[in-house]
């Protein structure tokens, strides 16, 4: 089993900043993909950023590509989001996920299928006003 807590959720104007962070724990050796996914009111679950922890290379939605960056720290066993020049669309509910060791997908892929991940946070509130 894996633990997943994000942090870093908050209120800010639009153009603004906000750095998310994930904090995992418990059999994290056993995942091989970690994920950032956001839900707004309405909306359908979307992948934001998918990064394969052997090579740490992200992949992200379009819709963040050149705003939003995706780090890894395997000694802290944390997983951040830094998102600028964010904009009113970005108000959503933040997830983290992480995938347990299986079958290889490319990290594009899996921004679309959430449900190939069996690792979730409770979520971290972003809303961006503009």
């Known amino acids: 089993q894996v633990q997943l807590v994000e942090s870093g959720g908050g209120s800010v104007q639009a153009g603004g900043s906000l750095r998310l962070s994930c904090s995992a724990s418990?059999?994290?050796?056993?995942?091989?993909?970690m994920a950032w996914f956001r839900r707004a009111p309405g909306k359908e679950r979307e992948g934001v950023a998918v990064i394969y922890t052997g090579d740490g290379i992200p992949y992200y939605a379009d819709s963040v590509k050149g705003r939003f960056a995706v780090s890894q720290d395997n000694a802290k066993n944390t997983l951040s989001l830094q998102m600028n020049m964010l904009k009113p669309e970005d108000t959503a509910m933040y997830y983290c996920?992480?995938?347990?060791?299986?079958?290889?997908?490319?990290?594009?892929?899996?921004?679309?299928?959430?449900?190939?991940?069996?690792?979730w946070g409770q979520g971290t509130q972003v809303t961006v006003s503009s």
């Open positions: 996920a992480a995938r347990q060791r299986g079958r290889y997908y490319n990290a594009g892929y899996l921004t679309g299928r959430p449900e190939l991940f069996g690792f």
């Open positions: 418990g059999d994290t050796a056993g995942t091989n993909y």
